[in-house]
């Protein structure tokens, strides 16, 4: 018996802080990678005569494509050991977004761009159901704004970066700026991140019944609530240039803007973890609902430069991303933590995916009645639905306090 648990301890990773850290810079490298094609697609329209709209499906159908595969994966994830993919989602990941600037064809740009979606949607289901084995016990929605905010400032810091390397590089020269992913993948290994139970009984994989987690009434309009907030902030990173070049500023403000509002996601990641031990996941995400609305009301009143802007688009972004470690530990309390990784990728996948579908009904809208007027009414109904979904919702009781 022995030899058999001394196995367990070798062949798992062990949870602390220094591997929920690891997680955290994990999920900014992963990250980073997803947030490179839009710096480079200026680069692709010129080689390869690509139009406005040719351009804006290339990147579409990446996040797309990143997103909708996720819970195909977080499902295996749950009957299979699939640890083993993470570092290799972000090794291939990026190694496959910095070969795009080397495409010879067209067809090869979209092969590149497609492999690297595949490695993209493969990172958040799989690391979501490491999570929780390397989080310290009743700490889960600390660790877990942890882990968002890595993937938040990576994704925030890409494009500056890339300017900043395409500024003093060709781009032919992008390649090299895939070894931040090999060094990631040799310390997810060094840590034994990839690693999991090699015994770990059947019992317990046969216990997580996949339609049961199909028709889990609560769950489901759990996620409907939060991919109604996904809206705001997948619509807001798409239109947030157009609406300030409407506004008569230039690239780099219009930059300057949606950068903000990023930092702000980050930050409030961290901020809801550490108030999550105060107060319940049910306030922190209605509060966070709240804060987004009164954000965007502020902004669209009068979409200008000015303090106020910053503060309002920091707000919005600190809202809209506040919430999702919460709504993870939520997902996963409502379906037990061995579904943890399905849980992830419901809630960083498919209502991302969700929200970038119907930013094309706030586009819709904006043809014909104009940009502000359209976030304005997509959006902050989108918010009030989803506080009153979530209001009606019981918030899941925490496992681990009922097992002391």
């Known amino acids: 018996m022995t030899s058999n648990n001394n196995a367990i301890q070798i062949n798992k990773p062990s949870s602390g802080w220094i591997n929920v850290s690891v997680m955290g810079w994990a999920h900014l490298a992963s990250d980073f990678y997803c947030d490179i094609l839009p710096i480079l697609l200026p680069v692709l329209a010129l080689r390869f005569g690509f139009s406005y709209s040719e351009c804006g499906a290339l990147f579409m159908a990446f996040q797309i494509l990143a997103n909708f595969i996720q819970p195909v994966i977080g499902l295996a994830a749950v009957r299979y050991n699939l640890n083993w993919t993470m570092p290799l989602s972000i090794l291939f990941g990026g190694i496959f977004i910095c070969l795009v600037t080397l495409a010879s064809s067209t067809w090869i740009l979209i092969a590149t761009i497609i492999l690297s979606g595949m490695c993209a949607s493969t990172f958040h289901p799989v690391a979501g159901g490491i999570m929780p084995k390397v989080t310290p016990k009743h700490r889960d929605v600390l660790a877990t704004s942890i882990f968002i905010a890595g993937g938040n400032i990576g994704f925030a810091f890409a494009p500056l970066v890339v300017a900043l ?25 060094m840590r034994k991140l990839h690693t999991k139970e090699k015994n770990l009984s059947s019992s317990h994989v046969k216990n997580v019944d996949i339609k049961a987690l199909m028709k889990n009434g609560p769950f489901i309009w759990f996620t409907v609530s939060f991919a109604l907030r996904s809206l705001c902030y997948c619509a807001l990173l798409i239109y947030l240039p157009l609406l300030f070049k409407n506004h008569g500023f230039d690239t780099m403000q219009s930059a300057g803007a949606v950068t903000t509002m990023l930092i702000g996601t980050a930050a409030g990641g961290l901020a809801i973890g550490g108030l999550s031990t105060r107060f319940g996941l049910k306030f922190l995400i209605l509060s ?52 943890a990784a399905f849980a992830t990728s419901m809630m960083l996948g498919f209502t991302f995916g ?34 009153f979904i979530l209001f009606m919702l019981k918030e899941p009781e925490d496992t681990e306090t009922q097992e002391d």
């Open 288 to 339: 966070t609902y709240a804060s987004c609305f009164a954000g965007i009301a502020v902004f669209l009143w009068q979409p200008d430069l000015n303090l106020i802007t910053y503060l309002a688009l920091f707000v919005v972004g600190a809202s809209v991303y506040g919430s999702t470690p919460v709504a993870i530990v939520w997902a996963e309390r409502m379906l037990s933590r061995s579904a």
């Open 165 to 189: 390397f395409l500024e003093h590089f060709t781009d032919d020269k992008l390649f090299y700026l895939s070894f931040p992913a090999v060094l990631t993948a040799c310390v997810i290994y």
């Open 354 to 387: 969700v929200g970038y579908i119907l930013s094309v009904l706030t586009g819709f809208v904006a043809d014909y009645f104009g940009l502000s007027f359209a976030l304005g009414i997509t959006l902050l109904p989108a918010l009030v639905i989803a506080s």
